[in-house]
């Protein structure tokens, strides 16, 4: 069984911050592209942030030198910091595992987790 469970979502005041984690289970984790994925009431979900196993990680503009992806290999799971909130961050964020080749196609998604970033 698949689980991907992210935690740390809440409210916060402009400019506050706010550290995601997603934790992941019944995967091999090594093998997975994780990012986070946003979605606000009436706009489509965005890419926020991707990682490689190996670290290498791209941004979506309007969040670099905002937020940071990271990922723990040991513990399969990664994480979002979030820093300098603006209340145009507020959405449902999203963990994603993604394969690429070599390995056999697999896309899975967590349930979300609440971003309110408000004063």
């Not at 740390?8 to 550290?19: F, I, N, T």
């Not at 910091?81 to 070599?102: F, G, H, I, W």
């Amino acid at each position: 069984q698949v689980q991907l469970v992210e935690s740390g979502g809440g409210l916060v005041q402009p400019g506050g911050s706010l550290r995601l984690s997603c934790a992941a289970s019944g995967i091999t984790f090594g093998r997975y592209v994780m990012s986070w994925h946003r979605q606000a009431p009436g706009k489509q979900r965005e890419l926020v942030a991707t990682i490689t196993s190996g670290g290498d990680a791209n941004y979506v503009e309007s969040v670099k030198g905002r937020f940071t992806i990271s990922r723990d290999n040991p513990k399969k799971s990664v994480y979002l910091q979030m820093n300098s909130l603006k209340p145009e961050d507020t959405a449902v964020y999203y963990c994603n595992a993604r394969t690429t080749p070599p390995w056999a196609k697999n896309d899975y998604w967590g349930q979300g987790t609440q971003v309110t970033v408000s004063s």
